[in-house]
């Protein structure tokens, strides 16, 4: 299946979570065993084509294509959580929203120093979610050169901020706009 193909999945659904937001809904695409698997293998593809040792997935959906990616390659997947959700002392990372912040929380235990973890999500707007992902796992003393998402929407500038973090971006699809 192509990335057109792939793109034709992803339903658009406006005004949510608010007015003027047009959100990029996956769960459509997901729910195409054709469509997931293609996807799924493109990212696996992606990724595989690093070095990494290890994938990390962003909660939620990153989850979805993340730990479905690792297990393709035979790969460790470790989850980037949102706060209050793992059982063990975390390294923790805040970041800002549009309107006040956020938080995502790794346990340290699941990094192994020097591990190399593609980090992946299903969408990259204004990149704020994974930069802080990247910033957490780096502190957590990953090596992190890659980040792999299914949607970029290029127009909000995500991409280039990871890019400046010296990270390599690819993404199946993009939409212009927001
Ligand atoms: P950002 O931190 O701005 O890059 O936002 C990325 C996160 O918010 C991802 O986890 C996406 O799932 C979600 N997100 C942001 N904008 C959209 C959108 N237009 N459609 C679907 N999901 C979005």
Known sequence: M????LKALIRDVPDFPK???????????IGH?????????????????????????????GFIFGASVAARLGLPFV?????GKLPVPVLAMDYALEYGTDTLEVDPG??????????IDDLIATGGTAHAAIKL??????????????VDLPDLGG????RE???????LVDFPGH
């Not at 007015?19 to 695409?29: A, C, E, Q």
């Not at 699941?110 to 980090?119: F, K, N, P, Q, W």
């Open 2 to 5: 192509t990335r057109d193909e």
């Open 19 to 29: 007015p003027g937001i047009m959100f990029r809904d996956v769960t459509t695409l």
């Open 33 to 61: 065993g054709r469509g997931f698997a293609a996807a799924v293998g493109h990212l696996a593809d992606l990724a595989g084509s690093t070095e990494a040792t290890s994938i990390a997935g962003i909660e939620a959906r």
């Open 79 to 83: 989850p980037v959580r949102k706060p």
């Open 110 to 119: 699941a990094i192994s120093s020097g591990e190399r973890v593609v980090v």
């Open 137 to 150: 796992l780096r502190e957590a003393g990953a090596e992190v050169g890659h980040a792999l998402f299914l």
């Open 159 to 162: 991409a280039d901020r990871l």
């Open 165 to 171: 973090a010296g990270v390599t971006v690819e993404a």
